[in-house]
């Protein structure tokens, strides 16, 4: 945890701001911001991520996706005054700020709007953007919360406005805290609510062990893609049905691609596919090069929120499946299943992945799982023939036996 206190700013307070930088990429923020008596009159803490597209000079879109932000300074932060409502603002990067508005009526306090800037003047981020300068996009977002709550929305919430999308996960905000003292009473949004008060039937009677899920149908298919400074650098088309075992409960669940974002990154040797849902924060999907020549799925990682309310996180960084040569994409229409752990397995149908040397944004001839199947069937020719001839033998032998015993009885 690195934390930050910065100098008493006129009206504000003292701002105190602790930064926890996670294992998955994301921005995680916790502020308590103090009045001039040292009392707790704002508390936040989130984590946050922003998906830009923007055109570039040979007229094509692309997209980048800002999850590191690096250091961050916070001028702007307010407790508010008569005039003004709170307000947090962060700073980051090369020109990108965000800043959220609060304001209060009568027993409600409200998560006004939020305003995101970012200047695409940064060669860094936007090497090749059509237009220069500072773009900036505002929600209207409204959420009303009692006084002397505090907001809690773990699930994650999407602002889509222009060629930008926020995400927010692991949201607690309380404004207007009263008595300095940061409330203990939540208000949840209704994603929260739907994971929390939907909860599983759970029998009075003597258990069993475990609990087998019933049968789903097969997952819609999904398409999936990853855009780096070059273009498109990984492709995915694929159904996702994930089978989960919690606390001896199975659950299995089909990933709707209509709802789920998408995101990832590219590099010579792994690639990165990362899928996010109103209940999962993220599915990483990490591709490696081995041998120079080939590529293969690496590594899984899961963090989703549960039916009752808890946290389901897996990661398997050893694993050994979807094996192709580089240059080529990887296809199986039949159902596999990736065995993360023992608690959790991924069922893919009509699979095709290429997370590497992808050329015009299109899939490369693909190596079909079959042909797997196909290095099976010699042995398996073999040992039936072996198999065959020695019947064959054993049925002369007793054949052979038998006349021989009958040869004897005739004397």
């Excluded at 094509?60 to 003004?84: E, F, M």
């Excluded at 996010?276 to 990490?286: E, G, M």
């Amino acid at each position: 945890m690195v934390c930050f206190r910065l100098a008493p700013v006129p009206g504000s307070g003292l701002l105190l701001l602790c930064l926890v930088l996670g294992a998955v990429s994301s921005y995680a923020l916790e502020l308590n911001l103090t009045d001039s008596e040292n009392a707790t009159c704002l508390y936040a803490k989130w984590q946050m991520n922003f998906t830009i597209r923007y055109e570039t000079t040979d007229k094509h879109n692309k997209t980048v996706t800002i999850s590191d932000l690096g250091p961050a300074t916070y001028s702007g932060s307010s407790c508010g005054d008569d005039q003004n409502g709170p307000k947090i603002a962060v700073q980051f990067g090369s020109g990108f700020s965000w800043i959220v508005n609060f304001t209060e009526e009568k027993s409600f306090y409200s998560i006004d709007s939020i305003s995101f800037s970012y200047n695409t003047n940064d060669n860094t981020t936007f090497p090749d953007a059509k237009e220069k300068g500072v773009f900036t996009v505002s929600d209207h977002v409204a959420f009303r919360v009692p006084l002397n709550d505090i907001f809690r929305c773990n699930s994650l919430l999407t602002l889509g406005k222009n060629d930008v999308v926020q995400h927010y996960w692991d949201v607690h905000v309380q404004a207007f805290v009263q008595n300095g003292t940061v409330s203990t009473k939540e208000f949840l949004c209704d994603k929260d609510k739907t994971l929390t008060t939907v909860l599983p039937i759970v029998p009075t009677t003597v258990p069993s062990p475990t609990t087998t899920p019933s049968p789903k149908e097969k997952p819609e298919v999904g398409s999936y893609s990853v855009v780096n400074s070059n273009g498109t650098c990984l492709l995915a088309t694929m159904g996702l049905q994930l089978n989960i075992t919690h606390d001896k409960v199975a659950s299995v669940i089909n990933i709707n691609p209509n709802t789920t974002n998408f995101t990832g990154s590219c590099h010579p040797q792994t690639a990165l596919l990362r899928l996010s849902s109103s209940s999962i924060k993220y599915l990483d999907f990490v591709f490696a090069v081995k041998n120079e020549n080939r590529f293969y799925l690496k590594e899984v990682n899961v963090s989703m929120y549960l039916v009752n309310g808890s946290v389901f996180s897996i990661a398997n960084n050893n694993l050994s499946y979807w094996d192709a040569p580089l240059g080529s994409s990887y296809m199986c229409n039949k159902e596999q299943t990736v065995s993360v752990s023992g608690a959790f397995q991924i069922n893919t149908f009509d699979l095709r992945v290429q997370p590497f040397n992808v050329m015009e944004g299109k899939y490369s001839t693909a190596q079909d799982c079959s042909a797997d199947d196909d290095n099976f069937l010699v042995p398996i020719a073999v040992g039936a023939a072996l198999a065959g001839v020695l019947i064959l033998v054993l049925l002369a032998y007793f054949i052979g036996l038998k006349r021989h015993h009958a040869g004897y009885e005739q004397f």
